[in-house]
C-alpha cells in the first residue's frame, strides 16, 4: 500500500521538516505521495516532487489553504485518504492540530510522535515527557500520525522528478477563520534549524541575564531557547521555548545556562549532538544529559564567553 505525507511547507518554501519526515515514511511503506496543501504553491510541489522516493505530488491550491488552518486541512486530508495504507504528518504545530481530527474523522487510533521505525505498524515513540521510549504496535487497517522530524536524516533528491497531480479543495465549514499572522522579525538562524542554539533558563535570574545571552548568541551565530519557566516569568517571548510543549530541537550544539533540567525540558533537545551545561547546582539534572557541565553562574559565564569570542 502507498503512504499519503502531508508537505510543511510556507506557500513558497519547501520546509526541510517534509524531508526528514519523508526518511520515517518511507521506512514505514513505499512508495510514497507527498500532498501540498495551500494557495500558489507551485514551486513548493516541484521541490517535493525531487525528493528521493516520492511516486505522485498531489497539490491542491485555494484561498482556503493559504494560511495554517488545521480544520480546512482535515477536511482535505479525508477527502485523499482512500486508498493509502499510512497518512503522516511532521510533528510540527499544524501537524499535531490536523492529525488528531483526520484521526477522528476517519475514527482511527493515531500514532504521535514518532521517533523510529521498527515495521509497517510497530513504532517507537517517547512517553513520560520523553524520558522513556515505548515500543507499540497499532491493529489499525490505516495508520495515522505524526513524525518527530528531528529523529531522522532528511532524504535526499532523487534521479527523476515525480509527476504533479491537482486535485480540487472540498468545502470546508466556516467552525474557524484566519485572523492575522504577526511574524516575528529576527536576524538571528531559525530555532528549529540551527546549528547553534544558547538557551537559558531560570537561572539567569532576570532581564540583565537574558540581555547577556542574547549578546553571547549574537557573537556567534546562534538562536536563542530558553525553558517553559522563563518564558512564565516574562523573560523572553513564548517562541523561544524549547520542550515538551515547545520546540523539539537538533543542533549540532546546544548551551543551556541557568536550566537545571527538567524532563519537559530535556525532552526537546534529546536530539542535539552536543549539549553543553553551566549552572550554579552541581545537583543539576541537566548534568545527567550534558557532554560537558560547568557548575557556575550561568549569566556571568555568557558574559565572559562573549568577551572571549569577541577578541
Not at 52 to 64: C, D, F, P, S, Y
Not at 102 to 131: C, E, H, N, Q, W
Request: hydrophobic share 45%; net charge negative.
Amino acid at each position: 500500500m502507498t503512504a499519503l505525507l502531508i508537505a510543511d511547507h510556507d506557500n513558497v518554501n519547501l520546509r526541510p521538516a517534509t524531508a526528514h519526515a519523508l526518511t520515517a515514511v518511507l521506512q514505514m511503506s513505499e512508495p510514497v505521495d507527498i500532498l501540498v496543501a495551500g494557495n500558489g504553491c507551485q514551486a513548493v510541489a516541484e521541490k517535493a516532487a525531487k525528493l528521493k522516493g516520492v511516486r505522485t505530488v498531489i497539490l491542491a491550491e485555494n484561498a482556503k489553504l493559504a494560511q495554517e488552518l488545521p480544520e480546512v486541512l482535515a477536511d482535505l486530508v479525508v477527502a485523499e485518504a482512500p486508498g493509502y495504507s499510512h497518512i503522516f504528518f511532521a510533528a510540527t504545530a499544524l501537524g499535531k492540530a490536523a492529525m488528531p481530527r483526520v484521526a477522528a474523522m476517519l475514527d482511527l487510533t493515531a500514532i504521535s510522535d514518532v521517533v523510529g521505525v521498527k515495521g509497517p505498524k510497530t513504532f517507537v515513540r517517547g512517553i513520560y515527557a520523553g524520558s522513556l521510549l515505548a515500543t507499540v504496535e497499532t491493529e489499525e487497517v490505516v495508520v495515522v500520525g505524526t513524525v518527530r522530524t528531528t529523529a531522522f536524516e532528511a532524504t535526499g533528491e532523487g534521479e527523476v522528478a515525480a509527476p504533479i497531480e491537482t486535485v480540487e479543495c472540498p468545502d470546508a465549514d466556516d467552525t474557524s477563520r484566519f485572523v492575522k499572522f504577526t511574524e516575528t522579525k529576527s536576524d538571528r538562524p531559525e530555532l528549529v534549524s540551527a546549528r547553534v542554539v544558547v538557551a537559558g533558563g531560570r537561572g539567569l535570574i532576570d532581564e540583565a541575564g537574558f540581555k547577556a545571552l542574547e549578546e553571547l548568541a549574537d557573537s556567534c551565530g546562534a538562536a536563542i531557547g530558553a525553558t517553559r519557566t522563563a518564558v512564565d516569568m516574562g523573560l523572553c517571548p513564548n517562541d523561544w521555548q524549547v520542550g515538551q510543549t515547545g520546540k523539539m530541537i537538533a543542533p549540532q550544539l546546544y548551551m543551556a545556562f541557568g536550566i537545571s533540567g527538567a524532563i519537559q525540558h530535556t525532552a526537546g533537545i534529546k536530539d542535539a549532538k552536543v549539549i553543553v551545561a553551566v549552572d550554579k547546582d552541581p545537583e543539576a539534572p541537566i548534568f545527567e544529559v550534558a557532554d560537558y557541565g560547568l557548575v557556575a553562574d550561568g549569566a556571568e559565564t555568557c558574559r565572559a564567553l562573549k568577551g572571549k569570542l569577541g577578541k
